[in-house]
């Protein structure tokens, strides 16, 4: 079992920063990739990135060259790192785990999910 809770979001102007962290449970969170997504009102919820058990780091389109993920297993903690931010990055960010997942983009990918944590870019 694998508990998530993500913490870092806020309010911020387009063109700042926010860092996202998500902190796990659990003995073997170097055994899981972990993934972030995110949901905006009225749409469906979509992959940001993930970075596998092994350090593969995936990317949607949308975010690359503006947001980095990374890990530290010691913490068991994964991070976001959104720079250059948009008002159409605005939603509720959730990041997820899966054991031994090479499904990054994909929610069936992942076993367990967090809460999210609310974006907020204004104009």
């Known amino acids: 079992q694998v508990q998530l809770v993500e913490s870092g979001g806020g309010l911020v102007q387009a063109g700042g920063s926010l860092r996202l962290s998500c902190a796990a449970s659990?003995?073997?969170?170097?055994?899981?990739?972990m993934g972030w997504f995110r949901q905006a009102p009225g749409k469906e919820r979509e992959f940001v990135a993930a970075i596998s058990w092994d350090g593969v780091t995936v990317y949607a389109d949308s975010v690359k060259g503006r947001f980095t993920i990374s890990r530290d297993n010691a913490k068991k903690t994964v991070y976001l790192q959104m720079n250059s931010l948009k008002p159409e990055d605005t939603a509720v960010y959730s990041c997820?785990?899966?054991?031994?997942?090479?499904?990054?983009?994909?929610?069936?990918?992942?076993?367990?999910w967090g809460q999210g944590t609310q974006v907020t870019v204004s104009s």
């Open positions: 659990g003995r073997t969170f170097s055994s899981y990739t």
């Open positions: 997820a785990a899966g054991y031994y997942s090479r499904s990054y983009d994909r929610e069936n990918g992942y076993n367990y």
